[in-house]
């Protein structure tokens, strides 16, 4: 199935450092949202953009909903031990009862943060 | 804690079997989507029901069939499980009430982890 590029894999940084992490598509969507897990949970809700050049924050973290439709980022500041997980990026057409509600997902970056 | 709830946690059975997996959603959503989330394939949507009534299906095998009860719950139905059947399973659920997004956020369950031996 159709899934977005999300970049980097993986990353490893010290505490205190800043993180940046995109994801792309070939298709454009009308929501692009940012999960975060953590072992054994299931995705939780971090960001929602719901506008082109949408540019949100929700405390150390800001994401952006690229003016194509195709893009967004997520950077996180400052980071903290409590940021290590497996962050995220999803699509979304629709929403609610529609068919075009379900979410594409990133393949995810897995962030470790050395204290 | 997101409000959806997904039993059972672990489940550990053998090929050829057949389970259920069963989502209870959020108080007052009438959506329920449900999720695999494996290593090689990432997490990858299988299907949606709005309110007992199949809305959208994606990559959700023939072996593989949902369902949305009166009381919204729904069940995951899994057959002549394989050994690439071993996955995690998530619900979600979202109001489905509105058309706007923003009022349509989907919240996850903690997931059902399947081992198919």
């Known amino acids: 199935g159709q899934q977005l590029n999300q970049s980097p894999q993986s990353m490893f940084i010290q505490e205190g450092e800043d993180v940046s992490m995109n994801c792309t598509s070939s298709?454009?969507?009308?929501?692009w949202l940012w999960y975060k897990q953590d072992p054994g949970e299931g995705p939780v809700l971090l960001i929602a953009?719901?506008?082109?050049?949408e540019l949100t924050s929700n405390g150390r973290l800001t994401a952006q909903f690229g003016i194509t439709r195709k893009d967004s980022f997520l950077n996180i500041s400052a980071s903290i031990p409590s940021d290590v997980g497996i962050y995220f990026c999803a699509g979304q057409l629709g929403a609610g009862g529609t068919s075009y509600g379900k979410l594409t997902f990133g393949q995810g970056t897995i962030l470790t943060v050395h204290p | 804690d997101s409000g959806v709830t997904q039993t059972p946690k672990h489940l550990i059975t053998a090929t050829g079997q057949r389970v259920t997996l069963r989502c209870s959603p959020r108080s007052g959503d009438l959506s329920v989507y449900w999720y695999q989330q494996s290593l090689d394939q990432g997490l990858q949507f299988l299907i949606q029901y709005y309110n007992g009534e199949e809305r959208a299906k994606g990559n959700i095998l023939e072996r593989f069939s949902a369902q949305q009860f009166p009381d919204l719950h729904s069940e995951l139905n899994l057959s002549s499980l394989e050994l690439g059947d071993s996955a995690l399973y998530f619900c979600?659920?979202?109001?489905?009430?509105?058309?706007?997004?923003?009022?349509?956020?989907?919240?996850f369950g903690a997931g059902t982890r399947l081992s198919v031996l």
């Open positions: 979600a659920s979202s109001p489905g009430t509105s058309f706007m997004v923003a009022k349509n956020i989907q919240y």
């Open positions: 298709s454009i969507f009308n929501t």
């Open positions: 953009l719901y506008k082109a050049g």
